[in-house]
C-alpha cells in the first residue's frame, strides 16, 4: 500500500492553490516523499473514488465545497484518513455551502485551516484542526532575472511608485461584490498618474471585461493576461496591494514579504504585522498615496512543506 495520495490542481490556471500545489509536489518530490498526485484539471473524479484504497493517506487540496464534502464521506464510509485544506476562509459563502463545510470538518480527520479566524470556527467541530501556512518559498525555476513582459522604460519612468495587484479569475461574493477589488483599484489609479499599477490577470477575464465595456486605460494603469508567474511581477515592483475582500493566507502577500517588499492589504483576515491594512477606501488611498514606508526586514522562516511532511508522518 502506498502511504500518500495529493489531490488538487496544477497550473493553468495560475492562482494561490494551483501554485501552492505546484511547489508542493515539487518540495515533496525533493524530500523523497512516497506519494502520488491526482490532477483534478486531467482526470475525472468520479475515477478517483476506484483508486483510494490503496494508499493509507489522502490530502484533499480542491475548493469545491460540493466535492470537499462528498468526498470527506466517502472516505469516512470507507475509513480512509483524510486531510482536507480549506483554501479560504471557513464561512464565506451562503447558509448551504457553509453547512457542508461544517459536515466536511466533522468528516475528515485532520481539517487544515489557513488564519486564525477559520482556525476558531474549525476547532469547534474537529479538534485536529491545525493552522498550516499555505507558503512554500519559490524555487529558482520560478525567478525570471530577465523578466520582459513589462517595459523597461517604463520600470524606470516610476521607479520608486510602481504597484502591482493579481486576481486568479473575476469572481463575487455571495453578495455579488467583486473579491479581488480589481475594478475599485483601477478606479483609484485613474487620478494618480505618477503611480504604476500593474495588474496580474492570468484568466484573461478582466481583459475581456474591460474590452466588452470598451474601458480605455490610461498609461499608468497595466493588465497582463495570461498565464505568467506573477512572483516576478512582484520582484519588479515597490508595492503589492492585496484588496481581497476575502481571504485565506494569501501567498502573494508572503512571497512579497520573503523579499521585502511593501504590502498594503485589505483588513478582512489576520494579516502579518509587516503589512500596512485598510478597513475603507479612504484608508486605502491614504496608504497609496505615503509611499516612504520603511520596510522592517521579515524573517521568514515559514514553509508548509516542512509542516505537512510532519503532519504526514505523524498520521501515517
Known sequence: MKKLLVIGKLPPPIGGVTIHLKRLVLGLEINKIDFDFFDLNKIKPSKLIFN????????????????????????????????????????????????????????THTPIVLNDQSLKIALKYNKNSKKITSFIPPSENEIDVNFTLINSELI????????????????????GNEI????????????????????????????????????????????ISGEHCFFNVIRISDTLIRATITDGDSISIKEALYINKTVIASAVVYRPLQCLTYKNKSKLIELINTNNYKV?????????????IELYKSIY
Do not use: W
Open 52 to 107: 483510494i484504497f490503496q494508499y493509507k493517506l489522502i490530502h484533499n487540496h480542491s475548493s469545491n465545497p460540493y466535492f470537499r464534502f462528498l468526498f470527506s464521506l466517502y472516505c469516512n464510509v470507507f475509513k480512509k484518513k483524510l486531510i482536507t485544506t480549506f483554501h479560504g476562509n471557513i464561512g464565506r459563502y451562503g447558509f448551504f455551502k457553509n453547512k457542508l463545510d461544517i459536515f466536511t470538518l466533522k468528516l
Open 156 to 175: 524606470s519612468k516610476y521607479k520608486g511608485n510602481i504597484y502591482c495587484t493579481n486576481a486568479s479569475a473575476f469572481n463575487f461574493d455571495s453578495n
Open 180 to 223: 479581488y477589488s480589481i475594478l475599485l483599484l483601477i478606479d483609484i489609479f485613474y487620478k494618480l498618474k505618477d503611480k504604476l499599477l500593474i495588474i496580474s490577470d492570468p484568466s484573461c477575464q478582466y481583459f475581456d471585461y474591460l474590452n466588452l465595456n470598451n474601458i480605455t486605460l490610461p498609461k499608468n494603469i497595466m493588465v
Open 296 to 308: 522592517n526586514k521579515y524573517n521568514f522562516k515559514e514553509n508548509a512543506i516542512v509542516e505537512l
